[in-house]
């Protein structure tokens, strides 16, 4: 398995599951700017799509879009990262992957774009608060935020609220979600992607 990824971009999502499942991949860097690969070769060309994640399987196939690509990690592992296919609980972590997918990660997009103007990156910020305060209750109710148990949909949450910090999103008024943060970031599994990418030191 192969994942085409740029370190602390929304790739580490799948990063993380592939530690968290145990799954040995090979990681390879995409620069973002000029669309290559670390060989000089153009990703356009095995992803037309232009972004991170892509993850190529053995045989070949590549798949895209995080949420896809987490429950093609998680279902590797059965039992472990995602409720069966099918079960009520699924569906319930699809609920979330999709919130996180298309409410969180792509709430944080205009936030890249500074040149938009404040009033477009204040409603961005509104908005993304909105979003956080029906995570907030929800990690009031359940220490993850698919259940009890960690899954790969709080690899994607923690992933993108990482994001919060260098792009200055308030968190002050999330204690629950302050709290989920440090809890993901002392996950092995977490350390281990992150230590990989090089966004925190490798311990000595
Ligand atoms: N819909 C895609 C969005 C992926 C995405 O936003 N990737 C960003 C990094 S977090 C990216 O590669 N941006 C560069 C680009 O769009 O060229 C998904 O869910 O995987």
Not at 51 to 79: F, S
Not at 166 to 187: C, G, M, T
């Amino acid at each position: 398995m192969k994942l085409y990824h740029a370190p602390g971009a929304c790739s580490l999502a799948p990063h993380i599951a592939l530690f968290e499942a145990g799954i040995a991949a090979e990681t390879i860097r995409v620069d973002l700017r000029s669309h290559t690969l670390p060989d000089g070769s153009d990703y356009l060309a095995v992803n037309p799509k232009g972004y991170v994640p892509m993850l190529e399987l053995d045989d070949g196939t590549t798949y895209t879009e995080v949420a896809v690509l987490l429950q093609i990690i998680a279902d590797r592992k059965p039992g472990t990262l995602a409720p069966a296919a099918g079960a009520p609980e699924r569906y319930r972590q699809q609920e979330w992957l999709n919130f996180i997918a298309t409410e969180i990660h792509k709430g944080y997009g205009m936030l890249w774009h500074p040149e938009v103007g404040e009033a477009a990156v204040a409603a961005a910020k509104a908005s993304l608060a909105k979003r956080y305060a029906i995570v907030e209750a929800q990690l009031g109710r359940t220490k993850f935020i698919a259940g009890d148990g960690f899954t790969v949909a709080d690899a994607y949450l923690f992933t993108v609220t990482r994001w919060s910090d260098f792009l200055k999103v308030d968190l002050s008024a999330f204690p629950n979600l302050q709290a989920y943060q440090k809890r993901i970031a002392a996950r092995p599994g977490v350390i281990a992607a992150m230590t990989a990418e090089r966004l925190i030191k490798a311990a000595a």
